[in-house]
């Protein structure tokens, strides 16, 4: 592809690292100078004298006009889209953004339940309206997923006013929806489609993996190029490709949100990443998709272990990108959570995510076969010798299609609130976030108002002791509401 083999960011960088220039700027280390001794030795002196701050040289991602300029135009052809935005404060802030330039204050807009915790904030923070899809469980599997295109079709059938349409496209499990319909429901309605593809800034690089957000039509969706990719933690990407959206109102929101102190190895690492992947990303995947294959056969074969497949996932409407690795523990009577600890503590294996029923290992472009073969022998050798007694957990979920009352932001901001029993809290307005960990979806958002099955949901998750996120004391025993007098 013309031009991809450039990296203009990254070029700049390192031309002025190796200038040696004398520096009366920030940050006060000084080119690595001051940086504390422990941590220099670790890392070396070199890489800082990339860490700068903005001046004409280097670009400014707040008004980009030479080599962050043109990074950003590669990174858009690459993606065959119309406009790519460098992020440095990871997809949680495009996710923030995708709202905050397509919706308008008092717009609704139709999402899952199953979303990133990143989008409560977007929808105190952009003040729309959400009308919840209630997730599809498989209990079988032991994961949850995403809107289909037949619940996106009937909501917006119920809900004809809402602006847009947010999906979670692959999961965290790696499960993808058919988006290509999803995006031609959307544009034939005239609605705006949201797509959080943090897990997959891959996917466009290798034909035998999902089809991704930016080829199937979305307007809007935001990529970890740091997940799966190359680049440093913090580094994503806002991609657009929309007739119903105005660029200009989406560099405003990207600016708006974004600090004005941008790490530049990030932006010079996202820079690298999109070269790495449009040139060798195909037989860099061809690797890592292979490595995942033999992994998920090995782990299969375990008596107490399954990975779920392709197959399996396909067969209920959805697609899943292999790369991602689910490895359910149910069998074994231990949970996830235990099962990591043992990874980590005997094997020094450590795996991305954990829950009660599951472990997700993710794979990138640094992964090799060495190193999913240790997890393998691992997993193995924990098959044999560790056993528990759980034999009750259930993935389930009540309700989340609740009546929401107030807006979101207004109860945030606005409203007053007090602290009651959770044994009473039926009928009354939530005034705070609730997210249990399985399965990491908000059971309650601020302006819902709680029902018997989501406070029996919760007393149960509090007699079993599971912290929830967002609670603000050691036991859930109490939750705040608004106040209405």
Excluded at 413 to 442: C, E, N
Excluded at 470 to 483: H, N, W
Aim: hydrophobic share 40%; proline share 5%; net charge positive.
């Amino acid at each position: 592809m013309k031009g991809q083999a450039k990296t203009p960011l990254l070029d700049t960088l390192l031309c002025h690292a190796k200038r040696r220039v004398v520096s009366f700027h920030t940050p006060g280390h000084k080119n690595g100078r001051g940086i504390d001794p422990v941590l220099r030795r670790f890392t070396g002196r070199a890489v800082y004298s990339m860490d700068v701050t903005v001046f004409p040289e280097v670009d400014s991602l707040h008004d980009p006009v030479s080599s962050i300029k043109k990074a950003q135009a590669l990174m858009a052809r690459a993606y065959g889209v119309e406009h790519s935005f460098f992020l440095v404060n990871g997809s949680t802030v495009g996710n923030i953004a995708m709202f905050l330039a397509a919706c308008n204050p008092g717009d609704s807009v139709i999402l899952s339940r199953n979303a990133h915790k990143s989008i409560v904030s977007a929808i105190i923070l952009s003040g729309v309206w959400p009308i919840w899809i209630q997730p599809q469980v498989d209990q079988h599997l032991d994961i949850i997923f995403d809107a289909s295109p037949e619940q996106v079709e009937e909501a917006l059938r119920q809900f004809p006013e809402a602006k847009a349409v947010f999906i979670t496209s692959p999961t965290y499990n790696g499960v993808t929806t058919n988006l290509v319909k999803i995006a031609e429901i959307c544009h034939r309605l005239g609605k705006l489609l949201l797509v959080d593809e943090a897990h997959g800034p891959h996917l466009k690089f290798h034909k035998d993996l999902p089809v991704s957000a930016v080829e199937a039509g979305a307007d809007l969706c935001v990529q970890s190029t740091h997940k799966i990719l190359s680049a440093l933690s913090q580094g994503s990407v806002l991609h657009m490709r929309s007739a119903l959206l105005d660029p200009n109102r989406v560099r405003k929101v990207v600016s708006l949100l974004q600090t004005t102190s941008p790490n530049y190895l990030i932006l010079a690492s996202i820079d690298a990443a999109r070269k790495q992947a449009v040139l060798a990303g195909e037989r860099l995947l061809d690797r890592v998709i292979r490595w995942a294959e033999e992994g998920r056969k090995a782990i299969n074969r375990l008596q107490n272990f399954f990975c779920v497949t392709r197959p399996e996932i396909q067969r209920r409407g959805f697609d899943l990108d292999v790369t991602k690795l689910t490895i359910n523990v149910t069998r074994s009577g231990l949970s996830g959570h235990q099962i990591e600890s043992i990874l980590n503590r005997e094997y020094n294996i450590q795996v991305d995510c954990a829950d009660l029923f599951n472990l997700i290992a993710i794979l990138g472009i640094g992964s090799d076969r060495q190193d999913v073969a240790r997890l393998s022998v691992a997993l193995s050798e924990i098959d044999q010798k560790y056993h528990g007694v759980e034999a009750n957990w259930v993935l389930q979920l009540p309700s989340l299609s609740t009546e929401m009352v107030m807006m979101p932001r207004d109860v945030f901001l606005f409203h007053r609130s007090k602290r009651i029993p959770l044994s009473k809290a039926v009928g009354h307005i939530s005034a705070q976030a609730l997210t249990p960990y399985p399965p990491g979806i908000p059971v309650l958002i601020p302006g819902e108002r709680i029902t018997q099955e989501t406070q029996d949901y919760l007393m149960g998750l509090s007699e079993k002791e599971i912290r929830v996120s967002g609670q603000e004391t050691d036991t859930l025993r109490t939750i705040k509401v608004v106040t209405l007098h």
